[in-house]
């Protein structure tokens, strides 16, 4: 294990931050200070965490339409967002964007996006850029099981591995895409399964053990960074919730499958093993848990005291001036 | 009469075609179980998200014989079938001399207003207007739904049925036998003299009651819903205006290249319409941006009854 103790308890403070930032955003969704739709990543933060922590500043993501926890794993920051998806003029993207499409470019997280494998192709054009530049810089592509029966998934890996692009292509295969199985939709069970046929890596990893998958990562970025092209990474997980926010919300999955993977919380899991491990004590979690509530109540009040964009501002950023 | 939702009207119409004829198949990435309960998952099939494939194994399938119903669900999505929409389904009958039939109807929600940002808010039918060989209907009730999809699904060409996403709560009579309404027919909704008022989809429910206002001021509003945009029913439209001598057209889409520059086009270019002509059109349309997310932004964006009133009003002076 080479990971410092400082750096796990950096990973399950992410954690803990996406599960509360969405689960205020899911509250205040339902009470109507958040409008639109929410798709929450909870359950699946091991994820975002894992890989991201494998990242650099400078090295850029793309997310989906269920893209808080990519948010907040590259380090956005929460009052910007909490502003955004009460549409305020503080927010990420000025209120135009809401919970479905937030970014910030500045850390490398190219947005959230509301097509399925849309972002696809445009992380991997950052792949071209990391390549052009020569940095050593490394792109990864964020997307669902459903994405990747998509065109643009294909296209885009075939061009990744033809360029030998650095890229990173992260599938969530939370099984379900909205109310559909993806098992009745996908010619093979694993996705990882499909490298093979693009010439690359493709690893299974459990989704829900975020140590896992930052180790996975950490190989597909050394390879990616040395120049020797992209790897696939599926990680099998689940969504907590449903497919999106709803008031009565109505889970047509099997209910012993949730609650199977309710018991796998990856949440729970990490804190047990830390303090298992003896990397921190009840104590430390509890107060970390208390910071992160606290971060999230500043949040929600930054967004509660912004203001409201003008309606003229709808008119503003068509083009770039 | 009884009582249906928009939704439940276009389900109805789907069932009820599904019935009379089995070469009617349904694509859609989320099988509805009412669907699937009445015609198995043979004819109901959930398709992967993939909607440029299943889009182009649609038509694949109509000119093979069969008569799919493909709903892309919000028309954003259709936006991934766009090769499949304009390089093969608009042309393939002309292109192939009218050698098969392409019986196919596409169902896909459209509109703004909740919230939910520009890739998934719009009103983009006059995009498809553009091309030549698809038909089109824009239903705003639950009556025009339920009658003119079951024409659609008939109808031996490719059809899209562009359904209002935040009306399929709508409630509205329809009659309790079998009915259907053709394409290509304006639905005259209210009767006037002074001023005709073409609306399109949902902006019908914004203008009934800025017609009632300006009614109690003695002003005569008369109110068209085309209906169809392809077929598009210019006779009544022109009629219309040569009575009144002035057209305001409402959409909830931007005025650049619309469906309004050509239900205006159709007035003015036609020699008796202009001669009877009081007062330039007006377009009462939204403004040409990408949808924004915050409700001050996008309440900015779309036309409402009070913008439909003062429009009027500006071609009334
Ligand atoms: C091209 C396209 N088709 C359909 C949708 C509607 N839609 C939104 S999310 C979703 C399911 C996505 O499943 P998956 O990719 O597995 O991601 P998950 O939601 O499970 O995270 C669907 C069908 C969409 N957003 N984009």
């Not at chain 1, 592509?141 to 296209?155: L, M, Q, V, W």
Request: aromatic content about 6%; overall charge negative.
């Amino acid at each position: 294990m080479a990971l410092s103790a400082e750096k796990q308890l950096e990973m399950l403070r992410t954690m803990q931050t996406i599960r509360r930032f969405e689960e205020r955003a899911s509250e205040d969704y339902i009470g109507g200070a958040i409008y639109g739709v929410v798709h929450c990543y909870i359950g699946e933060e091991a994820v975002a965490t894992g890989i991201c922590s494998a990242l650099n500043i400078d090295d850029r993501i793309i997310s989906t339409h269920r893209g808080h926890g990519h948010c907040i794993a590259k380090g956005a920051d929460l009052n910007r967002m909490m502003a955004e998806l009460y549409g305020r003029a503080t927010g990420y993207c000025k209120g135009k964007g809401g919970s479905m499409h937030i970014a910030d470019f500045s850390i490398g997280m190219l947005g959230a996006n509301g097509i399925v494998a849309g972002g696809i192709p445009i992380v991997t054009g950052a792949g071209l850029a990391a390549q052009l530049e020569g940095k050593g810089q490394v792109a990864v592509s964020f997307f669902g099981d459903g994405a990747s029966n998509a065109g643009p998934f294909h296209e885009s890996i075939n061009i990744a591995s033809a360029w030998k692009l650095p890229m990173i292509y992260v599938c969530e295969n939370n099984l379900w895409s909205a109310d559909t199985e993806a098992k009745g939709t996908l010619a093979l069970e694993d996705i990882a399964a499909r490298a093979a046929g693009y010439g690359i890596p493709g690893v299974i990893v459990d989704g829900n053990d975020v140590l896992a998958v930052n180790e996975v990562a950490e190989a597909a970025i050394a390879r990616a960074r040395a120049g020797e092209g992209p790897s696939l990474i599926e990680c099998k997980t689940y969504r907590q919730r449903t497919h999106t926010e709803r008031k009565e919300a109505i889970d047509n999955r099997p209910a012993e499958q949730v609650a199977a993977w309710m018991e796998r919380d990856p949440i729970k899991l990490f804190a047990a093993d830390l303090i298992e491990r003896e990397v921190m004590t009840e104590e430390d979690w509890k107060k970390m848990e208390e910071e992160i509530a606290q971060e999230v109540l500043d949040a929600v009040k930054f967004a509660e005291e912004s203001p409201f964009p003008d309606p003229e501002e709808a008119l503003v950023d068509v083009f770039a001036e | 009469m009884r009582t249906v939702t928009y939704s439940q009207a276009g389900l109805e119409a789907v069932m009820e075609e599904m019935q009379k004829d089995d070469k009617t198949i349904h694509l859609s990435t989320n099988a509805p179980a009412a669907l699937t309960d009445s015609f198995g998952t043979s004819r109901v099939r959930a398709t992967p998200i993939a909607e440029g494939g299943f889009t182009g194994i649609a038509l694949g399938a109509a000119g093979s014989g069969f008569r799919p119903i493909v709903n892309w669900s919000m028309v954003t999505f259709s936006f991934v079938a766009m090769d499949q929409i304009v390089n093969q389904v608009s042309k393939i009958h002309y292109m192939f001399g009218g050698q098969a039939k392409f019986p196919i109807t596409f169902r896909t929600s459209c509109g703004g207003g909740g919230r939910m940002a520009a890739q998934h808010s719009q009103n983009p039918y006059s995009m498809f207007m553009n091309l030549a060989g698809l038909k089109m209907i824009l239903p705003s009730t639950p009556y025009d739904l339920k009658g003119l999809l079951k024409s659609a699904i008939r109808e031996d060409n490719p059809v899209i049925s562009f359904e209002a996403g935040n009306m399929y709560a709508f409630e509205g009579e329809i009659p309790e036998e079998e009915y259907t309404l053709p394409l290509g027919e304006a639905h005259i909704l209210r009767e006037g003299t002074d001023v005709t008022v073409v609306t399109l989809g949902r902006m019908l429910h914004d203008t009934l009651p800025a017609a009632e206002i300006l009614d109690k001021e003695g002003v005569s509003v008369e109110i068209i819903d085309p209906r169809t945009l392809v077929p598009m029913d210019v006779d009544t439209i022109r009629a219309s205006v040569q009575k009144t001598g002035r057209l305001v057209i409402v959409d909830a889409a931007g005025a650049t290249a619309g469906a309004t520059a050509e239900i205006a086009t159709a007035a003015t270019e036609h020699a008796e319409t202009f001669a009877a002509m009081k007062a330039p059109v007006k377009r009462i349309c939204a403004f040409n941006v990408p949808i924004p997310y915050s409700p001050t932004l996008e309440d900015h964006v779309f036309p409402d009854a009070d913008k439909i009133l003062a429009g009027i009003r500006e071609v009334l002076a």
